[in-house]
């Protein structure tokens, strides 16, 4: 009875996505690598899209059954791969990577396998991104991850690891490179959640999506003691489901939620009373409505971006989010809807250049046109400036190009130092140490493939260098 007076009392504003002149977006850009195998459950290449600024240089990120792609997009009429990280568990039994980033480091998982959190330099991009963190010390998979970029911390979603399954963890990240455990969660006020599919979190504030648990919005300044904001259980808003995922307006006041099931709207939370927020409009896709599954909606200025599955790319205007409109799409997919998994997964709209990445799961990375340049903060990774110059007057390196051996001559005779060789796809092949106090010491890089790599040399853990090597035959 609950739930039919709900859908009597929304019969008004059910339809209030207004379907006015919807122009297609236009194509700046395609990448796709045939090589990717598709998954043995879908037969999807690809998944998850990301984005970030490095350098000056515009990337985009896009996962698949092969690990983590980075696309420079910078022109997007000439979009190439600039580097692929192998992911920690890889094949056609992959489905799901996920992608944030902090500090100019880019954090990766995956959800199936035996894999890990994967943590990868990119603040030396052009030249290489590498991975400096590759560990199951916490999880081995996890489905989705958010950052709190303000509060240093990193919310990983439906996580299973050494210390078992959780439907939410906790880690404090401000050494960005050596995560701490906070703490696992499944109690969220009058919510006792099975898993969190997704989060969005603002400073201590969480949204989580708690699959078919609902809603929960809560306050984790005390992450020892969580509290509730606004709890909504699938009986306590319209058109409920399989709760997915959703994202905040730059104002805090409006925010945009998925159920990931055919046919069912997202839904558009009115938060001004944060502790009494209500769904006051919903979105459908122009066509298929029956069919259509709205996934992974994202916010920038008044635009919701939502990458609709086989409907592509769908944005929306919510300026009045009691009656959005929905303004345009790119339909990266051609596919005849079957009521399964295919078509658009994701999308990244905070690109300087207010372009957009687009990640189809058959079909790859689209760049296209976007309605204006983002109004949030676009996260820019400057890198820190290190201490090279200093220390390269300490070490010199020799001969370069390289066939076999490599000299490094420590002048100063530092002790604690290591080093790692990265080759151009970022992957390291090869570390060591120096022997403290030696003044000279050789590495056998005999078995090395020629072609380009990078010796990244640490001194007490710091990362102190980074010379470009040329193997030769």
């Known amino acids: 009875m609950k739930i039919a007076i709900l859908l009597v009392a929304f019969i008004s504003i059910q339809f209030a996505c207004v379907f006015a002149q919807v122009k297609q977006l236009k194509l ?70 996920d992608y944030d980033d902090f500090k100019c480091y880019l954090y990766a998982v995956c959800d199936e396998g035996t894999s890990s959190l994967q943590i990868i330099d990119i603040s030396q991009l052009p030249d290489t991104a590498f991975v400096v963190y590759d560990s199951r010390e916490f999880l081995t998979r996890a489905h989705n991850i958010f950052i709190d970029i303000p509060k240093a911390r990193l919310y990983t979603c439906i996580e299973n690891g050494a210390h078992g399954y959780s439907p939410l963890g906790l880690y404090d990240i401000s050494d960005p490179v050596h995560p701490k455990f906070i703490g696992h969660y499944s109690q969220f006020g009058d919510i006792t959640a099975s898993q969190v599919h997704d989060a969005y979190v603002r400073n201590d504030t969480a949204y989580l999506n708690c ?154 990375m689209f760049v296209v046109e976007g309605l204006e340049k983002p109004c949030n903060a676009v996260y820019s990774c400057q890198p820190v400036t290190t201490k090279t110059n200093t220390l390269n007057a300490n070490f010199t390196f020799y001969p370069n190009p390289v ?43 005999d078995k090395l493939l020629p072609g380009i790599y990078f010796l990244n040399l640490y001194v007490n853990g710091q990362l102190y260098s980074n010379n470009r090597l040329t193997k030769l035959p």
């Open 28 to 97: 700046l850009g395609h990448w796709r690598d045939s090589s990717v195998v598709g998954s043995s459950a879908y037969d999807n290449a690809f998944n998850e899209a990301w984005g970030f600024w490095v350098n000056n240089r515009e990337y985009g990120v896009i996962g698949s059954t092969s690990g983590t792609h980075i696309i420079d997009v910078t022109d997007p009429n000439n979009i190439f791969q600039r580097i692929l990280i192998p992911g920690a568990s890889n094949g056609p039994h992959v489905v799901h990577r």
């Open 211 to 364: 699959g078919p648990d609902g809603l929960a919005i809560m306050d984790f300044s005390d992450p020892s003691n969580p509290k509730p904001i606004l709890t909504r259980k699938p009986s306590e808003y319209p058109f409920a489901g399989y709760n997915h995922s959703g994202w905040l307006t730059p104002n805090g006041k409006t925010y945009v939620m998925a159920d990931e099931n055919h046919g069912l709207p997202l839904k558009v939370f009115d938060l001004t009373d944060i502790r009494n927020g209500k769904v006051v409009s919903t979105l459908f896709a122009k066509k298929d409505t029956m069919n259509a599954i709205p996934h992974n909606p994202l916010v920038s200025c008044d635009y919701a971006y939502v990458s609709y599955y086989y409907d592509g790319l769908q944005v929306y205007n919510i300026k009045n989010p009691a009656k959005p409109v929905l303004e345009a799409y790119y339909p990266t997919c051609t596919l005849p809807n079957l009521r399964n998994y295919k078509g658009s997964w994701g999308n990244y709209p905070y690109l300087p250049s207010g372009n957009v990445v687009v990640a189809d799961m058959q079909n790859g």
């Open 403 to 445: 066939s076999d051996f490599l000299n490094i001559q420590n002048e100063n005779g530092l002790s604690l130092v290591k080093y790692e060789i990265i080759n151009s796809n970022g992957v390291e092949v090869q570390k060591g140490s120096l022997h403290d106090g030696t003044s000279i010491h050789s590495i056998n890089v």
